[in-house]
């Protein structure tokens, strides 16, 4: 079993930045491809960023590209997503995930098919 704890989050102005990590623990993540999602109120959870559990590969929704990176550093069985000139439309809780299917050929933007989920972490973006 896997738990995920997110932080780094919290009440930006448009323009900052953010740095939002999420620690793993009960088991190495090294060999699980990860994800972050972000759910504003009233709406679905959408995928924002994932890696491959090598680190070789990244994918990032449209409107992450260019101004989120996602990394992992397996050593520390930790996940992060800096996030840069942040929009008010940015605003949502944050949620990692883990997936533990190796055959997948790229990293799945389905939430659906992650096994392990943080509690989540809350980014506000201010005017």
């Known amino acids: 079993q896997v738990q995920l704890v997110e932080s780094g989050g919290g009440l930006v102005q448009s323009g900052a930045s953010l740095k939002l990590s999420c620690a793993a623990s009960?088991?190495?993540?090294?060999?699980?491809?990860m994800g972050w999602f972000r759910q504003a109120p009233g709406k679905e959870r959408d995928f924002v960023a994932g890696?491959?559990?090598?680190?070789?590969?990244?994918y990032y929704a449209d409107s992450a590209k260019g101004r989120f990176t996602i990394s992992r550093d397996n050593a520390k069985n930790t996940v992060y997503l800096q996030m840069n000139s942040l929009k008010r439309e940015d605003t949502a809780v944050y949620y990692c995930?883990?997936?533990?299917?190796?055959?997948?050929?790229?990293?799945?933007?389905?939430?659906?098919?992650?096994?392990?989920w943080g509690q989540g972490t809350q980014v506000t973006v201010s005017l």
């Open positions: 009960g088991r190495t993540i090294s060999t699980y491809d």
């Open positions: 995930a883990a997936d533990r299917n190796r055959l997948r050929l790229k990293v799945s933007t389905n939430p659906g098919e992650y096994d392990y």
């Open positions: 890696i491959s559990w090598s680190g070789d590969s990244t």
